[in-house]
């Protein structure tokens, strides 16, 4: 009996102090750059009145981090507190078939490296706890609308803490589109033409009015404005007068998207002050990354992040440095700006000490509570680190790097990048020099050592995985010249060794999908294919694949009969084959059942022999046991 009274306190304390408790909106912009909106005063050509309406209510930080140049790393600090340097998240992968849980380093790189780049984590683990696991721990509704892009079933929002998700996407951008039709699996349009932004801030307002008093965690994280670029004909049209051929934001397009995601954040904000929420609703504003500067639209970039340098996949400022909001009723000053450097791994923690909730025994945060700086307080001496142990071969790239920021001062140290195995290093003083173009490594080395040791810690403290000297590499096959600079086009690019035809082996938006005898890219959700051969075809490990399998496609190509087959145990000369016909000339879905008696081990798509392109939207094997894989490109 006595245990029955405790228990009923103990519900009726926590149902009591969840009441109390207010809102939490975590709103994440994806590709968004420091200088996409308003905020800054770094931009004419965007208009973004609602995000401007959001920072009246709150603080702006103008020194706002990701915590990684890349979206999935940055997703998983924001849910966890910890760094993709601990979770081993470190590339936006996790959207491919493999499931890898911790990451490894190979023994040997490309000859044209120094360093040997780890391979990284696929999933983000459920073992780790999540702010939306608090949360409801504590009383709350969590709900999560929008991209996802840290592992389908059985690591989907819906494992991780949330009770609602919508789409249930696991993709790194919207299903084909942002204006319907759309390609989600389980989610279809309202109306033709619908924005799919317009439709998750819908959805998102009906979930908050179902709550009815009870408090909410929503996480409205965006598909805006990510790749395909697309938005709505009259937005485009309705930003082309503005646009200025000397102005390196120009695209009339990437503008509509930026309208599009601003007008999403409108209707949250119209919302909450409809359903009287706004008094008692936190909403932090930031991206995953910096703005996207190496893809092509309207025959220019994406955008710019002038002043900044670089952009998203980036270690310099454009890749890391995004916008930043967070209004706090009861903390923050209306209107107020900070110059406090703050990152990712910080808000888990800082929502926390605010809402005076408990961390569980054992858990590790890398970010740290910035209450202090919602106050009004500075954070003199507060270091926060991005790990990038990649090579995206993006304008800007720099070699597998690490970075720290404390105060004015950023270094970054490129793993392996000096001479005999030694660590580089790149020293900017960012109060005085923003776009990051005199470099003081030389200059300041026992400032350089300070903040190395600060680099040293973090990567001790996080068991990073790091990079390790590369015994492969090859002096003669590195271009140093091309470090750090926008790569050259045309006939003043070095010329790489020719790929073997139909390697497309190291692409990770095929997804584990191989190409042979043939070209494959993926543009806008759709895999093309060309340089087609007549032996030309589509490979994929299936070995978890077992039993009688239907496979499915959308497929676009000329009229024609082909096969899929599969090599249960890998062996070229048992492969078993299915035909099919395609009646060619526009999209259709092809079925082909596969009568295997046990594992699929390989498959394969063979694709009839044209000289068009052929178009693949999505392939998805099903097994009567129940195993779906679904690529949807």
């Not at 005085?432 to 600060?454: G, N």
Request: charged fraction near 25%; include cysteine.
């Amino acid at each position: 009996m006595r245990s029955f009274f405790l228990g009923l306190i103990f519900a009726l304390s926590t149902s009591l102090f969840a009441a109390s408790q207010p809102n939490v909106i975590v709103i994440l912009a994806d590709d968004l750059g420091w200088s996409d909106t308003t905020l800054y005063g770094t931009t004419t050509f965007y208009k973004t009145p609602n995000v401007e309406r959001l920072a009246k209510r709150g603080m702006t930080f103008t020194r706002a981090y990701s915590a990684s140049p890349l979206c999935s790393p940055t997703r998983s600090a924001l849910l966890t507190g910890q760094s993709p340097a601990r979770t081993g998240i470190t590339v936006p992968n996790c959207h491919v078939p493999q499931v890898v849980l911790e990451a490894t380093v190979p023994k040997s790189g490309p000859p044209d490296q120094k360093a040997i780049m780890p391979n990284p984590v696929t999933r983000l683990k459920t073992e780790y706890r999540t702010i939306a696991e608090t949360m409801k721990d504590a009383g709350y509704a969590t709900a999560h609308f929008g991209k996802w892009h840290l592992g389908p079933e059985p690591y989907s929002p819906l494992q991780q803490g949330f009770d609602v998700d919508l789409p249930h996407h696991p993709g790194p951008g919207p299903a084909g589109s942002y204006v319907a039709p759309w390609k989600f699996a389980n989610f279809t349009e309202r109306k033709p033409g619908e924005h799919i932004e317009d439709r998750m801030a819908d959805e998102a307002v009906a979930w908050m009015e179902k709550q009815q008093g009870k408090p909410f965690y929503l996480n409205y994280w965006m598909f805006s404005v990510h790749a395909p670029f697309d938005a709505k004909k009259d937005f485009i049209e309705g930003s082309r007068p503005r646009v200025n051929p000397k102005d390196a934001q120009r695209s009339p397009t990437y503008a509509a998207m930026v309208q599009s995601m601003d007008d999403a954040i409108g209707t949250l904000l119209d919302a909450l002050d409809r359903l009287k929420l706004a008094d008692n609703t936190i909403i932090i504003f930031t991206a995953d990354n910096g703005g996207n500067m190496y893809n092509e639209i309207d025959g220019t970039t994406p955008t710019s992040n002038r002043p900044l340098r670089g952009g998203k996949a980036t270690m310099f400022e454009g890749g890391t440095r995004v916008p930043g909001v967070i209004v706090w009723p009861g903390i923050t000053i209306a209107g107020s700006r900070s110059d406090a450097v703050i990152q990712s791994e910080d808000y888990y923690p800082t929502l926390l000490a605010g809402l005076g909730l408990k961390a569980t025994e054992g858990q590790h945060f890398d970010g740290a509570s910035i209450l202090p700086a919602l106050k009004g307080d500075a954070l003199a001496g507060k270091a926060v680190f991005q790990y990038f142990p990649h090579n995206p071969g993006v304008p800007d790239w720099l070699p597998p790097a690490v970075s720290v920021h404390r105060d004015e001062w950023k270094l970054i140290r490129l793993f392996h990048g000096g001479d005999n195995g030694a660590h580089r290093y790149l020293l900017f003083n960012l109060k005085d020099d923003l776009s990051e173009k005199t470099e003081l490594a030389a200059q300041k080395p026992e400032l350089v050592r300070e903040l190395d040791a600060l680099i040293e810690k973090f990567l001790t403290d996080t068991h990073a995985v790091v990079p390790l000297p590369n015994p492969k590499f090859d002096p003669a096959k590195y271009h140093p010249e091309l470090e750090g600079k926008q790569q050259p086009k045309g006939k003043d690019k070095p010329k790489a060794a020719p790929k073997a035809k139909g390697k497309d082996d190291g692409d990770p938006a095929l997804q584990g999908w191989k190409a042979r005898d043939c070209r494959a890219s993926v543009k806008d959700g759709i895999l093309r294919i060309t340089n087609i051969g007549d032996a030309c075809f589509l490979g994929f490990g299936a070995s978890k694949h077992s039993g009688p399998t239907m496979a499915t496609f959308r497929i676009k190509a000329k009229a024609g009969s082909s096969h899929f087959d599969w090599l249960a145990n890998g062996v070229e000369g048992k492969a078993q084959r299915m035909t099919f016909t395609l009646k060619g000339g526009d999209w259709e879905d092809v079925s082909v059942s596969l009568p295997a008696e046990g594992p699929l081990g390989i498959v394969r798509l063979y694709l009839p022999m044209q000289e068009q392109p052929v178009e693949i939207d999505w392939i998805e094997l099903k097994s009567n046991g129940g195993k779906v894989t679904r690529t949807t490109f």
